[in-house]
């Protein structure tokens, strides 16, 4: 589904983002595709275009994207 959705990523290794994904979703309780794909596409943006700044803004930017859709999924 990532390599559909994403394609190339130009040697950046999308593996680390995929397998905190999946923790995580595993610890709220379930997340939606979308949530993975969209952190996935920025992470090989931010790679490959030098904007990488810190594994910290990183991090802020993945609890920015996964989080429970609704509160029904964060009970």
Sequence with gaps: MVAARVGETDGVDIRGPIHRFLEHSGRVG????????????????????????SDDEWRELREAIWHPLSSLEAE
């Design 30 to 53: 379930g997340l939606a595709s979308d949530q993975l794909l969209n952190a996935v596409h920025l992470a090989a943006e931010l790679a490959t275009s030098g904007a990488y700044q």
